[in-house]
């Protein structure tokens, strides 16, 4: 809805479209397929607006984040310090090449990145943000030999 109000204001000078995905609009997970089609949808849809309106120097993309530590993530799963919220953190660990949740400010950085002119040539994209989740076709090994969790932090 924001792009279809803001493009009429944008024709003239152009500018940068932002949307927000996930990496769960990249595979499916497990009892989301309304979230995964939703999110698969958007990254779709910011595919569609780069190329329809790549000629009036509008550019649009999308980020795509892994699991960010947000008081969203902490009112799902528990906080840092709760039992639960710990175990949440602990297997996210291991998925993630990188052995952490990432930062608001890490997404924020991208955001600022994306207008910027240093993105200039950047139109039609998902940009994932997931600390390397995405990187993985499949755990394999992971699943049977637990000798893995000793890598973690």
Known sequence: L???CLLPLMMDEG???????????LAADLNRSGYNAAKGGVINFTRSTAI???????RANAISPGTIETPLVDKLTGTAEDEA???????????????????PDEVGKLVAFLPSDD?????GESITIDGGV?????????LSDDSWKNTTK
């Open 85 to 103: 919220g710990k175990a949440f953190r602990d297997n996210q660990k291991w998925v993630t090449p990188l052995v952490r949740l990432g930062t």
């Open 52 to 58: 329809e309106y790549g000629r009036e120097n509008i």
């Open 119 to 123: 993105s200039s040539f950047i139109t």
């Open 2 to 4: 924001m792009t279809k």
């Open 134 to 142: 995405m990187a993985y076709t499949w755990p394999g090994e992971m």
């Open 15 to 25: 500018g940068s479209i932002i949307n927000t995905a996930s990496f769960s609009g």
